[in-house]
């Protein structure tokens, strides 16, 4: 405490320094509780503010920064030292910085973190691609997919705005498995997603549903244009210069603006049943139901 005395002293501006010695010394007692006193203020001040930083954006350079000034506590080995020990409260005895003491106080003293890992941001941002990604076609995955379509079918139900669900099949994938091997198969589904990614605008989500199938949510879209769009996935389709050549199928299904309570699990059977209904017509088209306007 008596060294924290003296640094508080020798801060102090030079004309006020030697009055502040000469007083610290007649009165021990009362500069230590003075000190106290303001580890106090400074905690209170701190703590609050500080449980609402972000521990990912704060700056490392051991500026203790407030929205209003620049240099709030000081870059001085005098203005870290005691925030470090306000803050840790005595616990440690070494000089910190904010990122340091925000991560304290979020895991030791308000709990709002619970085992953190600490992650580059660039490897956090490949994860979350990863995440959602197929790595094959390079289109979404099915958990996307789904999260997607839960989302759309709430935002059609709430705005009353159409909306239509278009799954597409690789026609007879297996045979050219069988003949050519599953290295030209997956070549085959790579050319089906380029050419559903090629044929749809930025509101549309295209995501492989599964093994040969794909999914594409189309927002704010009747069945008569749905069809065009899965039409001319279709035509890119089989006109591939490829030495391989597939056809795909399709099968749609659209939400009426009178469906009283619309469903992803209904919106996916009405279009899987509509793809069942294609590829019984021999494959290389498209078939559509239209949920019922009534359960």
């Known amino acids: ?40 203020v400074v905690a209170s001040i701190a703590a609050p503010w500080l449980a609402t930083v972000d521990p990912i954006s704060i700056d490392p350079s051991h500026r203790l920064r407030s929205p209003s000034a620049d240099n709030w506590f000081g870059t001085d080995r005098f203005g870290r030292d005691l925030y470090s020990r306000v803050i840790y409260g005595g616990r440690i005895s070494l000089v910190v910085g904010l990122s340091v003491a925000a991560l304290d106080y979020l895991l030791n003293i308000s709990g709002d973190l619970v085992a953190p890992t600490i992650v580059e941001h660039e ?3 490949v994860l979350e691609h990863r995440s959602v990604t197929d790595p094959l076609t390079g289109l979404f995955n099915r958990y996307h997919f789904e999260a997607t379509l839960k989302r759309e079918t709430a935002r059609c139900l709430r705005y009353q705005s ?98 009283t309570s619309p469903s992803e699990a209904r919106l996916i059977a009405a279009a899987d049943r509509a793809l069942y209904l294609a590829k ?10 239209v949920l019922p306007c009534r359960d």
């Not at 019984?280 to 139901?289: F, K, M, P, Q, S």
């Open 162 to 259: 159409r909306l239509s669900l278009l799954l597409m099949d690789v026609d007879q994938l297996k045979a050219v498995n069988d003949r050519w091997g599953h290295p030209a198969g997956d070549q085959m589904l790579v050319r089906v997603a380029a050419a559903i990614r090629d044929s749809l605008l930025g509101c549309d989500t295209a995501s492989r549903y599964g093994g040969d199938e794909f999914a594409v949510i189309l927002p704010d879209t009747d069945a008569r244009a749905a069809r065009r769009v899965a039409e001319r996935i279709c035509d890119k389709v089989a006109a591939s210069d490829a030495s391989i050549k597939v056809t795909v199928s399709g099968g749609l299904a659209d939400l009426s603006l009178d469906t």
């Open 280 to 289: 019984g017509r021999g494959g290389n088209c498209v078939a559509e139901e």
């Open 123 to 125: 490897i956090l941002e």
């Open 1 to 40: 405490m008596t060294s924290a005395i003296a640094t508080v002293a020798i801060a102090v501006a030079p004309p006020a320094r030697t009055a502040l010695v000469a007083f610290i010394r007649r009165h021990p007692t009362v500069a230590i509780g003075g000190v106290l006193l303001l580890a106090i």
